[in-house]
Nanobody, 122 residues
Framework: QVQLVESGGGSVQAGGSLRLSCTAS????????MGWFRQAPGKEREGVAI????????YYADSVKGRFTISRDNAKNTVYLQMNSLKPEDTAMYYC???????????????WGQGTQVTVVS
């Protein structure tokens, strides 16, 4: 079992920035991906960004490309999501997930955190 704990959410004005962190109890498979996903009220959970174990490969949803950056510090078992130029439509619960493939489909990931709320006000 893997425990994931997110932090860093909050309320910010449009155009502002937030940095989310996700600390894992362990990284179960050095070949798999970790990722950030989000779910807005009344909408399905969607993929935001994923990162390969070494950090060499990343992939972003078109809606956040150029504004969000995913990174990881394996020495700290932590993955980050730097979010810049935030928009009201970025408002959602953000979840960290691990042990997935090259995919932004939430169904492909096995371990999940409890989520951290991000609210962007205009």
């Amino acid at each position: 079992q893997v425990q994931l704990v997110e932090s860093g959410g909050g309320s910010v004005q449009a155009g502002g920035s937030l940095r989310l962190s996700c600390t894992a109890s362990r990284f179960p498979n050095s070949l798999r991906y970790m990722g950030w996903f989000r779910q807005a009220p009344g909408k399905e959970r969607e993929g935001v960004a994923i990162i390969q174990a070494s950090g060499a490969w990343t992939y972003y949803a078109d809606s956040v490309k150029g504004r969000f950056t995913i990174s990881r510090d394996n020495a700290k078992n932590t993955v980050y999501l730097q979010m810049n130029s935030l928009k009201p439509e970025d408002t959602a619960m953000y979840y960290c997930a691990s042990d997935g493939p090259w995919s932004l489909d939430p169904r492909d990931f096995h371990y999940w955190g409890q989520g951290t709320q991000v609210t962007v006000v205009s």
